[in-house]
């Protein structure tokens, strides 16, 4: 998507970014405020913006996967172990965890000069109608090798919902 609007995205692990945002090698990332004190990211950029609401830009679903046959090899102990501490238990300890560091996460970067832009009108409007083709072609994408691309798409944006409202 990056591509689209005009930006050359560089792909790299989060524990490069800082030193590559020191050296020159990138301008400027795309991540969320819970990234920035890790990484010390709010001392090397001087610029961010910001999509108000719920949402910002995107979503990134994390998951955590285990093989279904490695599993049942557990001891039933050991599976009431990873039983206890997943899913929805999991996912809303995550979940608070996320929300409780942005706020100070972000002030991080205020007390250190940071300058901060609101993304809205015309260049909002923009990232979306791109967000729009590149989620048209992953659909397409999708399709060719068997997959039902804009049922999951749906399936995706439904959940999303689903799981902000009850954050609200």
């Given amino acids: 998507m990056l591509d689209s609007l005009g930006a050359t995205p560089v792909g790299m692990p ?3 970014v800082a030193s590559s945002l020191s050296k020159g090698v990138i301008d400027g990332m795309v991540v969320p405020w819970e990234v ?3 990484f010390k990211l709010h001392e090397l950029t001087k610029s961010h913006t910001e999509v108000r609401g719920s949402r910002g830009l995107y979503t990134t679903p ?3 996967l285990m093989n279904k046959a490695r599993y049942e090899s557990l001891s039933i102990e050991h599976r009431k172990i990873i039983d206890r501490n997943s899913g929805m238990v999991l996912a809303k300890i995550a979940g608070r965890l996320w929300d409780e560091i942005e706020m100070p996460a972000r002030k991080l ?3 250190a000069g ?3 832009h609101e ?3 015309r260049a909002l409007e923009e990232i979306k109608s791109v ?4 989620t048209d072609a992953w659909i397409a994408s999708a399709d060719q090798i068997g997959l039902n691309g804009s049922e999951l798409v749906k399936s995706a944006q439904t ?3 689903k799981y902000e409202d009850r954050s609200q």
């Fill in 114 to 116: 940071g300058e901060f």
């Fill in 119 to 121: 993304l809205s009108g």
């Fill in 14 to 16: 989060v524990t490069q």
């Fill in 131 to 134: 967000a729009s083709e590149v």
């Fill in 36 to 38: 920035m004190p890790s």
């Fill in 159 to 161: 959940l999303i919902k």
């Fill in 62 to 64: 994390f998951l955590f």
């Fill in 109 to 111: 970067a205020v007390d």
